[in-house]
């Protein structure tokens, strides 16, 4: 049955004042008018909704794009809308205005439009947006020929609001055209799923919950369906859906290593899970495991190769060949194989070049490595840079070999060194609001041992999880997988203007799960902000902190703070590499390593990136002491700690002169970041200080 455009606007169940928010897909509607030989005039059918409301009605409509993260700029004039066509035609029209935020723009019109149009977001979803407008407001929700699932855009504003852990808000920085044709660099954010959850949500559960419970309604208009929501009393059932059931299971279903929360993030799975495969600075090996984070934990990770052909040289250094490696064993004359590398990946000297023959004793004597004093661990030992081939064995085989010097060997090395190949490294990047950085760098290439470095692999991964759930973040973090040395040249060759224009602090992660010591290296002058912050960290996580001159350095660091590279960076780790036994050995083993241990390791990063990200400089508003009693802050009940408390307080409030960070002034208080940032934000929320400031 045809329905003239007009007649429908007449039938839908609003009037004079309402607030209706309107999703549409009206080319249903043009066609018909079109195959009745009427011609569909939108603006009247826009005109015909503003009549119905009236003044006192506000009107709005999406024109949400998604160029802006896909670094197209925005252009407040220019850009069209890809959310149907009655939000453009609106925008073309000089009674509607466009709201700010490039991502979720909506075209208004109306009592609140001036209002509406005022709301300066950075957040797509959250307070202070035309979705809280909506909710707060009571706004209808108006659906016109359009899916529930495709439309209903509040329910990623409650997903914001609860806090859901399969979503994360992404910052996106790009050209902003404004109202006047002014270009500015601007940063947005909007709430997006983590790319390594496959996620197949249906919402259809929740819209028919929503209908049982009258808070929505359909109505037929012909052939047309439109359907009302009352967008207010729809939060709670959202909200109920979020907290208790249907998205949560599903995505947990669906890919089962995914990891949700990073407070439930196993580190010591992730070691298990990559434990074994053989790793170097090169090769097949690095990629699978690169490979495994990105699929299981970090759907943003970048693997990148960097090939050996067309890089021959990295600085001062010569660009090593690919390795892999398939077989290495060692067989007796009856072809019992007493060494294989299938049985543990450290028997092999890596880098060894490949070799197929039978010698005495004597002979592969020389290509033995072994510890004299450590007499059943296999070492860990390398030859990158001079051709080599060699096996690792303990030092009790070794013994017992000798004894037979004549006896003769059948050596068997199936590995490639390939010039034609590449070196690849992981690379993520979590933008925040600023445009300064974070380097947190740890590298992939050692085989089977847990504490190095397998540890910084997995706190680098929970790290990254963390980052990403912070609802507010202010820097930009780069974290980085690579090979330890060249890697480290490789990224700095390929990114080091950059990093040192924007890198502010940043961190080696090596040797970071184990029950010991917690400890740093600092930076050659220990005088950088990362060094201040570290040095506070270790002072409150532990009562012997292990704090290492550069002179002591050993991972990256020592690329990172080289004379012409100078960036702040130092190394975290639990025990230091070189001050335990089982270092470079085969007892660094998963036994060594523990989910207590790891987790220190993880708590440790964690608070270098809480001050980081909370590290302002604030004014205390009074002159002379506040009055505390007026603004609830003086405890009216004086009990065990509450005196404490007051003087706590008071102290801070004497150093909030402008001046000094939060983390001055727990290092003058000698109390932790935390428990001063805690005060600090009592007193944001009194009103009684400014922020004068950021750190650095
Ligand atoms: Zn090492």
Redesign the pocket.
Known sequence: MFVHYLKFVEKLNISSGNIIFIASDISKLAYEAQENDIVFNINEFIDAITNKIGNEGTLILPVYNWDFCKNIPFDYNKTIGKTGYLGNAALKRNDFIRTKHPIYSFAVWGKDKHYLASIDNIHAFGKNTVYQYLIDNHATNIAINVNFNDHYTICHQIEQLVGVPYRYNKYFKGDYIDVNNNISKKTYSMSVRYLELSLSGDAVELYNEMLDKKIAYEQKIGSHTVSYIDIAKSVAVIENDILHNNALKQIQYNHNKARLFHQKLQLKEIITDIFSITRSISGNGNRQTLKYLKENYLGELKILEYSIADNPTIFDWETPYEWNIDEAYIEDENGNKIIDFKNNNLHILGYSEPVDITIPFSELDNHLYSLEDDIDAIP?VTSYYKTRWGFCITHRQREELRKNPKQLYHVVIKSTLNKNGSITYGELIINGYEDDEILIST?I??PS?AN??LSGIAVATKIAKYIYALPERKYTYRIIFIP?TIGALIYLKENITHLQKYVKAGFVL??IGDDGDYSCVHTPYNNTYTDKIVTHVLKHITDEPKEYSFLER??DERQFCAPNVNLPICTLSRTK?GKFKK??TSNDNLDFVTEKGLQGGFEYVKKCIDILENNNIYKIKTVGEPQLGKYGLYPTISQKGSADYTRRLTNIIAYLNGENSILDIAEILNVPFNEVLEIINQLIETNLINMAGKDI
């Open positions: 860990y590298y290439c050692h041992m190095d470095n330890e090596s040797c050993g991972s590499f270092y470079h």
